[in-house]
């Protein structure tokens, strides 16, 4: 088993605040993408992941490779100015969300026909005692 680690990126993309959890156990990718409305402070994130974190609805996992990152500090600092100024989120993230929005796609759509056809079934047995009961008798 290798090494856990995640990382939370709060972005504006356009419209709303949005935060990405990514986290990676092993070589497996897990993405959750939570919409905030007004531009969140550092107190609301933080008492968003320590109330709302068990809530969350995580992607599918995907498989990724993780590179290993050099212990200088310079390389480290670049990096993280680098990813400061890189607004948006991986391509691996954007992939799972994807695979996670379909995945709910799905489900919803077999819901949705359920509900249907029970809708279809209550009306339908409606319908028959309605004609028994017109002809109950005189």
Known sequence: MGSTHGTFTVFFDGQFWTGIFEIVIGDNLTVC???????PVPAEI??????GYSRLKFSPEMTVT?????G???????????QM???????KSQQALKLQQESMKVKRNDFRKV?????KQYQFEL?????????KGH
């Open 33 to 39: 993408k939570v919409t905030f409305g007004a531009e």
């Open 66 to 70: 993780v590179k290993k990152t050099s």
């Open 85 to 91: 100024q890189n607004i948006g989120i991986s391509t």
């Open 115 to 119: 509900n249907r056809e029970n809708k």
């Open 72 to 82: 200088n500090p310079k390389r480290i600092q670049r990096e993280v100015r680098k």
């Open 46 to 51: 933080y008492g968003f992941i320590i109330n």
């Open 127 to 135: 319908r028959q005692q309605k004609k028994k009961s017109k002809h």
